[in-house]
């Protein structure tokens, strides 16, 4: 009787836990679709939904749905933008679906860190990525998952501006996705394929495919709608119609307020702006651009933080490495310490084979710790690279901030005089001119400035180039127009007439250039001179004089800048223009980097000349122009 009551037991109780766990794992479906269904359009009901899947999951233990999860909160975290957690949901269910095979979640995965890689702008590895995907979504006969993947990779060879490439691709993925129309996906890569033509300069095909867009029944996302609208108003721009423009770009604007899309909101507001100066409404142009100004600096602020994230993320990587080296090292220690028990075991035994083995085992442990000083040797060589990493990021967001100071408190002053109201129509009409083309050029700089900064993120590079220096010292001089206008400053550059050609870094040298220029305005008096010149006297270098006839440096400043490696204080100018210190340190760590020669003169009341000598590229004389 006894052993029949426990077999009933055993058999209720496994019954139980078994429609417990089926009755959880429809609660996780359940959760994980409707998690699925809010994720464009209610972010906060998409997390609450996944958390609950998240915790029955982590509850029940199981492999597989933890995974699913994982793969979902990675879809929603990079909705929300945060892509290094995003970035570690979709690596932690990579690596449970590589342990527990499921292709479908397993292409899910891998599409997301191609995504991660696009926010990056690592273009290349994303693509990488998608291209694995295909063929898994292709055995799994998944069209939806191929669409998506071809719809992605478009994205990618849009950015790296391989148009017919990506005309491929998507082309590819809308015909996967006309059997889901009803997902957003589609009326994505209708807008996508919109934007391809736009870009190719085929107006009326970008017109129809944004047209298509907002004709989807039932209407399609809130974000589409608002992309579809902010593409038509760029047609009506292009065809010099800007009141239809501005139709389209307010109900942009409406649509991506709705759908707090600061992306959108941008990218409508630049398009309102330009419509309305088109139409003369100079008024709303400014309040529209000083909206668009602010959604940029937002936007800004928050690829910034993205990719400093992005940056721990791969920090974080490398520091698990060594606690999984450190964990090696200790099974191995622990390995060891097993073995030696057993031998002296053994050694109480058998006298004679004891001491063998203990004599095995004594060489044993020499090279076990010989292993551990390598290993130790090779951590401490990581951290130092770590560190000169980290220490390189803060140089360059140093130089990133330092030069593109002086053109913002441009852009601040002109704003300032246009909001006091004291111009009249003309000098109002100057000033905007004059804001149009600081903005412009401000862009440009930053634009120039971000993809060098990308470039340097193992360390500052210098590439030494055969380079004419007149021509960029002109681009430098153009670019101080508002500061020497405003101080009534005139720069004397008749000496720039060189055709000599010197070993420089462009980019370091456009920096050297600018903080010199700006020096010799800021010490400068109003109503004054300032001259450059190249001197060519010299066989080996050429030299670039930047003088000014300002207040001049005293001699204990003067000993200070050219003695001293670490950042000097800064002096208030003439006007009381404020500094950072960098300038000049700059100047020298960069004339450094291009074997060239700093030099600066100075007496106090009477200016200052600063001199940079460059490598002169050494031509061998032909030989029929050899004399005896």
């Keep these: 009787m006894i052993p029949y009551f426990r077999f009933v037991s055993v058999l209720f109780f496994s019954l ?124 799994l006969g998944d069209d939806y998952g191929l669409g998506k993947s071809y719809f992605n990779k478009s994205i990618a060879e849009m950015e790296l501006k391989q148009y017919q490439k990506a005309d491929e691709s998507l082309t590819t993925a809308l015909n996967l996705l006309e059997k889901f129309k009803e997902k957003p996906l589609y009326a994505m890569a209708l807008n996508r394929f919109a934007k391809i033509n736009f870009e190719l300069n085929d107006l009326v095909k970008a017109e129809e495919f944004y047209t298509r867009v907002l004709n989807i029944k039932p209407e399609v996302t809130t974000w589409e709608k608002t992309f579809a609208n902010t593409g038509l108003a760029e047609i009506y721009l292009v065809r010099e119609n800007p009141g239809k423009a501005l139709q389209y770009g307010l109900i942009a604007e ?36 000083k909206l668009n100004k602010a959604y940029s600096d937002s936007l800004y602020s928050e690829n910034k933080n993205s990719e400093i994230s992005y940056l721990q993320l791969q920090l974080t990587a490398a520091d698990n490495l060594n606690l999984l080296r450190e964990k090696e090292i200790a099974e191995q220690e622990a390995a060891f310490n097993s073995k030696l028990a057993i031998t002296l075991i053994i050694a109480l035994i058998v006298t004679i084979v004891g001491f063998l083995l203990y004599a095995r085992l004594l060489k044993q442990k020499e090279e076990i710790n010989t292993q551990l000083e390598a290993k130790q040797t090779e951590i401490e060589n990581q951290n130092q690279k770590l560190e000169a990493i980290n220490e390189e990021k803060n140089k360059l967001f140093s130089i990133l901030s330092h030069d593109l100071k002086s053109p913002i408190n441009s852009v601040k002053q002109l704003l300032e005089i246009e909001e006091k109201g004291f111009l009249s129509e003309s000098e109002s009409q100057k000033v905007r001119k004059m804001l149009i083309r600081q903005v412009t050029e401000t862009d440009e700089m930053l634009s120039k400035l971000l993809r060098w900064s990308h470039a340097q993120l193992d360390g500052i590079l210098t590439n030494r180039v055969e380079t004419q220096l007149a021509p960029m010292l002109q681009d430098q001089i153009g670019h101080m127009e508002y500061q020497t206008s405003n101080k009534n400053i005139q720069i004397d550059s008749t000496g720039l007439k060189s055709p000599e050609m010197v070993l420089v870094d462009p980019q370091q040298i456009s920096i050297i250039f600018q903080n010199c220029l700006h020096n010799a305005i800021k010490f400068s008096e109003p109503n004054s001179q300032i001259k450059v010149w190249l001197s060519d006297e010299e066989e080996t270098y050429q030299k670039l004089h930047i003088k000014d006839f300002g207040i001049g440096i005293d001699a204990e400043k003067l000993a200070e800048i050219q003695s001293q490696q670490v950042r000097v204080k800064s002096t208030d100018g003439t006007l009381k223009e404020k500094g950072t210190g960098l300038g000049l340190q700059l100047v020298k760590q960069f004339m450094d980097k291009n074997q060239g020669i700093f030099e600066i003169k100075s007496e106090v009341g009477k200016g200052t000349e600063i001199i940079l000598s460059f490598e002169k590229i050494k031509r061998e004389t032909p030989s029929n122009q050899l004399t005896s």
């Design 254 to 289: 409406q649509l991506a307020e709705k759908a707090k899309a600061f992306w959108d909101k941008e990218r409508a507001t630049k398009v309102i702006a330009i419509a309305y100066e088109n139409l003369g409404d100079y008024g709303n142009a400014l309040k529209y651009t």
């Design 16 to 139: 139980t836990s078994f429609l417990c766990f089926a009755q959880d794992n429809k609660e996780i479906d359940s959760l994980l679709a409707q998690g699925d269904r809010y994720l464009y359009v209610d972010w906060d009901s998409s997390k609450m939904f996944l958390q609950q899947a998240e915790t029955l999951a982590l509850e029940s233990q199981n492999e597989k749905d933890m995974g699913r999860v994982a793969n979902m909160l990675g879809s929603l975290h990079y909705v929300g933008g945060n892509y290094a957690e995003s970035m570690r949901n979709f690596s932690k269910a990579n690596d449970i679906f590589n342990r527990n095979p499921d292709k479908k979640e397993l292409a899910y995965a891998l599409n997301g860190r191609g995504l991660i890689y696009l926010s990056q702008h690592d273009y290349a590895r994303a693509i990488e990525i998608w291209e694995r995907c295909i063929p898994l979504n292709r055995e």
